[in-house]
T-cell receptor, first 118, second 111 residues
Framework: GAVVSQHPSWVICKSGTSVKIECRSLDFQATTMFWYRQFPKQSLMLMATSNEGSKATYEQGVEKDKFLINHASLTLSTLTVTSAHPEDSSFYIC??????????????FGPGTRLTVT | GQNIDQPTEMTATEGAIVQINCTYQ??????LFWYQQHAGEAPTFLSYNVLDGLEEKGRFSSFLSRSKGYSYLLLKELQMKDSASYLCAVRVPSGPYKYIFGTGTRLKVLA
């Protein structure tokens, strides 16, 4: 099956610093990548949709200047949390979409990055 | 708007059958997906429906009624390892597409 890697798997940073999270599709080219945020015992909340070579589409309420997304190639997307604050502490999950069989598009998830801002 | 609802928690006994419901109201529809997520891990794909009816995959089945905006995931012969969160998600057109996730259902399987 398709594999998506995410790095780092966990990070602790100080308030005011920036953190970059990488998401790579290892064995396929992803037309679209998605970034989600998940708080404890809650579901996934879509932050933005990222297409290679174009600007990311952010969901309502997500600050694009704070959560910078770059999709430089068909296999790499990055999320940079700028000037992180404790309320940005969360589990960040990326996914990559690729056509499967017929009309089915499958979404393959990275293992997630746990960000703690102190 | 986009709204996808699931029961928050369910409890069932090992060996039993459990049905997890999902109701949705979305702007557009291009498939409904079910995922399993264990604590601290990423979701894994379970099942997919785009047409009305039942899809069966081993111990897991998923049903869709597009006219009612309703789906369910059926888990048979429950095992302890099935204790997890179950997420339903709808793929919706949004220049081009995106996934909207439901509130998630935490299932606890008891011995």
């Amino acid at each position: 099956g398709a594999v998506v890697s995410q790095h780092p798997s966990w990070v602790i940073c100080k308030s005011g610093t920036s953190v970059k999270i990488e998401c790579r599709s290892l064995d396929f080219q992803a037309t679209t990548m998605f970034w989600y945020r998940q708080f404890p015992k809650q579901s996934l909340m879509l932050m933005a949709t990222s297409n290679e070579g174009s600007k990311a589409t952010y969901e309502q309420g997500v600050e694009k200047d704070k959560f910078l997304i770059n999709h430089a190639s068909l296999t790499l997307s990055t999320l940079t949390v700028t000037s992180a604050h404790p309320e940005d502490s969360s589990f960040y999950i990326c996914s990559a979409e690729s056509p499967s069989s017929g009309s089915l598009y499958e979404q393959y998830f990275g293992p997630g990055t746990r960000l703690t801002v102190t | 708007g986009q709204n996808i609802d699931q029961p928050t928690e369910m409890t069932a006994t090992e060996g039993a059958i459990v049905q997890i419901n999902c109701t949705y109201q979305t702007s557009g529809f291009n498939g409904l997906f079910w995922y399993q997520q264990h604590a601290g891990e990423a979701p894994t794909f379970l099942s997919y429906n785009v047409l009305d009816g039942l899809e069966e995959k081993g111990r897991f089945s998923s049903f869709l009624s597009r006219s009612k905006g309703y789906s369910y995931l059926l888990l048979k012969e429950l095992q302890m390892k099935d204790s997890a969160s179950y997420l339903c998600a709808v793929r919706v057109p949004s220049g081009p597409y995106k996934y909207i996730f439901g509130t998630g259902t935490r299932l606890k399987v008891l011995a």
